[in-house]
């Protein structure tokens, strides 16, 4: 048995022997869950203009084998969770990893990470990789403290499952709500792991130089219901020497005509800390990604500086099987909107996920002085009777990008269309098919397709 699959099986022994070991705890294991998820992930990237890596092309399996226990009885409950991914690469078709031009990176040159696969030395995709992560929790009341493996899906950071595995995070999180329609949230992350990696590194930002990082990341936040339709949040981050970023959001659901109008706010503040602060840190590599020429007085701004204000506004309305979505982001201050930037490469670009509206799957339009319209529609089979069956298309269009060579522009279409078995031995199968197109006056263009498997099996 290789060593990803012993962990697997390792995994799952050590917490049965746990589960039996408190068998007389009442709810540690009649609430316990088991799944392993199953994701076949075909990536075929054509990356236009880039020279290093014109076309990437990959197919590989994922396992996802999660278990929770439940919490002993009593004031305190304990429990545990733990979390075993393995990825086997099926096929890279002689262009797996970031090795799609052939060229061949230093032998002497530290592994790295690909797409979809960690990469060894000579560049070339390893054949599978594997992770383990365990989690400690604790109840009181309301109140739940999770210590180790985390995948916080907060406005300040969020994790990133758009390869073959999900990424992680290491901290610990607190959650209460002990008081009716409030939920409260603080933590701190120190480590994470990348969506194509097996490996532990500290946290950084888009624009820092290598070994500019950190191991502290501090987050607090309330959700406050304010009806059963308006909820408004407020979200505080900190990475450390890099941001401080606070959040404001409100969303509310309103009953328009024979269908529905959903309207979602946003807006992020945020500005320097630490090293990123100080021209002596920013020399060290501490930077923002951003544009820092001249402001409008002619005088020289500070450069890699984190000086960002972002909002968006994106109104949805709903009728039937039909969703359509509009909306607006501005990027105003002289930096990118800064994010934990901390997936495939360190540092570097890819493998991050916001809480932006035009997050998507080929960019973000997250720049400098960038501002974006764009539009979505949104259909489910199921009104006219084919159940199990939905279709996306949006189109994003973003302007005023902030550069040497004056203002910018770039846009992205997106399509995918999904379907999941609704009955018979294959039930819950799903069957999925992104299509994308990027082009950018600022970055090299991509043309995209992911073809995904996916089967969860409850244990």
């Avoid at 969770?81 to 230093?106: E, F, I, P, Q, Y």
């Avoid at 959903?262 to 544009?291: F, H, I, P, V």
Wanted: aromatic share 10%; hydrophobic share 35%.
């Amino acid at each position: 048995m290789n060593i990803s699959l012993r962990i697997l099986t390792g995994c799952a022994i050590a917490l049965s022997l746990g589960a039996v070991a408190q068998a007389h705890a009442e709810g540690f294991v009649d609430d316990a869950q088991a799944k392993l998820s199953l994701r076949n992930l075909y990536y075929n990237s054509d990356n236009r203009g880039s020279g290093s890596a014109p076309r990437q092309e990959e197919w590989g399996q994922g396992f996802n084998l999660n278990l929770q226990s439940g919490f002993t009885s009593g004031t305190v409950g304990f429990g545990v969770d733990a979390l075993a991914l393995l990825g086997v690469r099926l096929d890279g078709g002689g262009r797996a990893g970031d090795n799609a031009s052939g060229v061949t990176r230093n032998p002497s040159a530290r592994a790295g990470q690909g797409n979809m696969f960690p990469v060894d030395s000579d560049n070339a995709a390893v054949d599978q990789f594997s992770s383990l992560g365990l989690t400690a929790k604790l109840r009181v009341s309301k109140t739940e403290a999770r210590l180790g493996t985390l995948q916080p899906r907060l406005p300040v950071v969020m994790y990133n499952d758009g390869r073959l595995l999900p990424q992680t995070f290491e901290g610990a999180q607190v959650t209460s709500k002990e008081f009716d329609n409030l939920s409260l949230t603080a933590g701190q992350l120190n480590r994470a792991k990348g969506r194509a990696s097996s490996d532990k590194t500290a946290l950084s930002m888009g624009g820092a130089q290598k070994n500019a990082d950190t191991q502290a990341f501090n987050f607090a936040g309330l959700d406050y219901q304010l009806s059963k339709d308006l909820l408004a949040q407020y979200y505080f981050g900190n990475l450390d020497d890099f941001y401080d970023q606070h959040f404001l959001g409100l969303t509310h659901k309103w009953v328009l005509g024979p269908g529905s109008l959903k309207s979602d706010l946003r807006y992020w503040y945020s500005d320097a800390d630490g090293k990123n602060a100080s021209a002596q840190g920013r020399d060290e590599g501490y930077l923002a990604a951003g544009y820092y020429g001249e402001n409008a007085a002619g005088a020289a701004l500070t450069r890699g500086e984190v000086d960002n204000r972002t909002w968006s506004a994106l109104f949805t309305y709903s009728l039937g099987g039909h969703s359509l979505g509009l909306g607006y982001q501005a990027v105003e201050g002289n930096s990118n909107f800064p994010f934990i930037n901390q997936g495939d490469v360190h540092p570097g670009s890819s493998g991050a996920l916001t809480y932006l509206i035009t997050d998507r799957q080929l960019a973000n339009f997250s720049r400098a002085g960038e501002r974006t319209w764009l539009a979505q529609y949104d259909y489910d089979f199921v009104s006219i009777g084919v159940p199990g069956l939905t279709a996306s298309l949006a189109y994003l269009k973003g302007t005023d990008v902030q550069s040497a060579n004056g203002e910018l522009s770039e846009w992205e279409r997106d399509f995918a269309l999904s379907y999941v078995t609704q009955s018979g031995p294959l039930k819950g199968l799903g069957v999925t098919w992104k299509n994308a197109a990027f082009r950018s006056e600022v970055v090299s263009g991509v043309d995209q397709n992911r073809l995904i498997l996916s089967y969860s099996i409850a244990l």
